[in-house]
């Protein structure tokens, strides 16, 4: 039995899928912040705000885990900020210590000097940060240093666009190809489905080349005009990630190849003649299906190189299993938006087709499961960090989504069951009105030619034409009418556009998830002590303290108040109000924040926000690596050398 479909344009609705990704992209985008990263400073000598007697010879950074850093990593910047370091960075990592360091100028004079750095964790992802120290007493400075954290901005955003448009095109490219090669052969000549997956190509090669261009300005300067600055770019070029990406495109090179073979030579033996082209199909099938295999695994492996699966525990075991992950999410949700279009748009489509899906959509789904929850072992690691952190809180989400994409994939089945016991009794009615379709315009292949020779033989063409245009809207009116009197078909076409819904806002939960930092490193830390992540103190709702402070100098007394929300481990939103003794705003030059967690020695993680107001001091995405109970420092300056540092002790979940 075969089924028509209406003759809606699935152009427009591949860009309508596309669009509503990149919408649910920005939007998940901005929901989520800064991508946190594994690595953090946990300590510094000088440490931050501390007032030193003498210069320094060097400035030394201690972080969570190792990172990378580039020759212009570390700044250390003069009252007047001008560079008062020699620019060379030296490794002093030892014992599982991971540090850097980098010497000063001889002979440096009084005053505040700003320390500002920037490096790339492990897993790709940008951190950055800035401090203060003193020589003798603090100064006033004209030091600038950023003021959006690394992989913010502008420049955050749109890398984390192209990221997610490029899962979209590897799932599309993969998934359609596997679904013309496993369950439709004869798809590989229907228009729609061909211009899906190399829409799937278009949009994971620019996405790829978006994605090499950003990385500098991402992990570096956050300014869009370097994304073309050759050196910026040839530094990306020696790093993993750069050598992912450019795999990437090589790997893309082949799979313009086999879209090339699979539309060309393998679209035209769709029906053999006789045994000898039979075999050549099959082999040609074999081919295909081989060396598809190979380039979607290595397309896939780039992922696997450069994100979590190649840090943390079982690395080698880990990046094989991602590769399998993402292969089964393209062999089901890029096969689904195949389904869909081919549904909607190709002229017609055999039960088998569906039938032979719902058997891949069944393997994808246990080997989803089954490398899921490796997975979710893997970077959670513990109950407490699966409903305690941000990573396991989003994976939970994830699993909710897919339970629900299995749920509206099991009333598929039904509709495909329900389609399979009325092809018996549609099969004359749809023959006939084939044979009709068939009669007036010809196969796409000789039809027309058929009817232009029967035309010519006549001596009016012109008419003929139309007589077959007439015959075919008849032809074409019967087949609506056979197709809209089975109810089977039409539910059908909505479970799996419901499918395909789910599927859009289940790909950018993962696009987030893979940008998040896991729960397993808060379980590492906490473990270090004899702790756990669970059995730290938590909070009810947002932080909110006031604490009295003198600075010992004119107007330098007053209250400042602080408010974190939602006062968890994770991303939060700070803001900080300094009064008078009168109860009034007071404008202080400046206000400073850290946080520091003696009992795994963390910190002090410093923070500077900014002015927004009278008074009223803001930080977005302020980050708590883990929960636990912190001591806070605010740090108020209330002339150019008054100023005073309280803290207090919070208990952060």
Not at 105 to 132: K, M, N, R
Request: net charge negative.
């Amino acid at each position: 039995m075969t089924a028509t479909a209406p003759r809606f344009g699935s152009a427009p609705l591949v860009r309508l899928l596309l669009v509503a990704t990149v919408l649910l992209g920005t939007v998940f985008t901005v929901l989520s912040g800064t991508a946190s990263a594994h690595a953090a400073l946990t300590g510094s000598t000088p440490e931050d705000g501390a007032v030193v007697a003498t210069a320094p010879q060097d400035i030394s950074l201690t972080f969570s885990e190792q990172i990378a850093m580039g020759d212009n990593s570390i700044r250390v910047l003069d009252p007047d900020n001008k560079r008062a370091d020699t620019g060379k960075i030296r490794d002093l990592s030892s014992g599982g210590t991971v540090a850097y360091g980098i010497d000063l100028h001889a002979g440096l004079p009084d005053g505040t000097y700003t320390v500002a750095w920037q490096a790339v964790s492990a897993d790709s992802h940008p951190i950055s940060g800035a401090f203060t120290f003193s020589i003798g007493a603090p100064s006033k400075t004209t030091a600038a240093v950023p003021s959006e954290e690394a992989g913010g901005g502008l420049v955050g955003t749109l890398y984390d666009i192209a990221r997610y448009i490029s899962y979209a095109g590897f799932i599309l490219l993969v998934g359609g190809a596997a679904f013309i090669l496993g369950c439709w052969p004869r798809g590989a000549s229907v228009r729609p489905l061909q211009r899906l997956v190399v829409q799937g190509w278009l949009t994971l090669t620019a996405a790829t080349l978006v994605l090499l261009l950003l990385r500098s300005p991402y992990t570096g300067s956050g300014k869009l005009g370097d994304a073309f600055d050759l050196g910026g770019l040839q530094d990306v070029l020696a790093t993993k990630t750069g050598a992912a990406l450019v795999s990437r495109l090589l790997l893309l090179g082949a799979a313009a190849l086999f879209v090339a073979v699979l539309f060309g030579a393998y679209a035209k033996r769709e029906t053999p003649q006789d045994e000898e082209e039979n075999k050549e199909r099959k082999d040609l099938t074999f081919g295909l299906a081989v060396g598809g295999a190979v380039v979607a695994a290595g397309i896939a492996g780039t992922w696997a190189l450069a994100e979590h699966a190649s840090t943390g525990i079982q690395t080698g075991l880990a990046m094989p299993v991602d590769v399998l992950h993402l292969l089964a999410v393209a062999s089901w949700l890029g096969g689904l938006t195949a389904l869909l279009v081919a549904l909607y748009r190709a002229p017609s489509l055999e039960n088998a087709a569906v039938r032979r899906f719902s058997r891949v959509a069944f393997v994808s789904v246990v080997v989803l499961a089954a490398t899921g929850l490796y997975q979710s072992w893997r970077q959670v690691g513990s109950w407490s960090a699966l409903w305690g952190t941000s990573y396991g809180q989003l994976l939970l989400v994830k699993v909710g989504l897919v339970a629900v994409l299995v749920g509206i994939a099991w009333f598929s089945r039904r509709w495909t069951g329900r389609l399979e016991q009325r092809a018996e009794a549609d099969a004359g009615v749809g023959a006939e009105a084939e044979a009709e379709a068939e009669a007036a315009t010809g196969s796409e292949t000789g039809g027309g030619m058929e009817t232009a020779a029967a035309a010519t033989v006549v001596g009016d063409s012109e008419r003929a034409t139309q007589l077959a245009r007439q015959k075919q809207a008849l032809a074409t009116a019967r087949q609506k009418r056979i197709r809209d009197s089975d109810p089977g078909r039409i539910g059908l076409r909505r479970s799996v556009l419901a499918e395909a819904g789910v599927a859009v806002v289940l790909l950018a939960v993962t696009t987030v998830l893979t940008s998040t930092e896991p729960g397993r490193t808060a379980e590492q830390e906490a473990g270090a002590t004899g702790g756990t992540a669970a059995t730290a103190p938590t909070t009810e709702g947002p932080l909110d303290l006031t604490l009295p402070f003198d600075t010992g100098g004119e107007n330098g007394k007053g209250t400042v108040r602080l408010t974190l929300d939602p006062g968890r481990s994770g991303a939060n939103a700070m803001h900080i109000y300094v009064d008078g003794p009168d109860g009034q705003p007071l404008d202080v030059p400046e206000v400073k924040a850290a946080f520091t967690l003696t009992a795994q020695k963390i910190g002090p993680l410093p923070i500077v926000p900014e002015h927004f107001a009278p008074g009223h001091w803001s930080a977005d995405a302020v980050q708590i690596p883990m929960p636990g109970e912190w001591q806070l420092q605010l740090t108020i300056r209330t002339s150019d050398i008054d100023q005073t540092t309280v803290d207090k002790n919070v208990k952060i979940g």
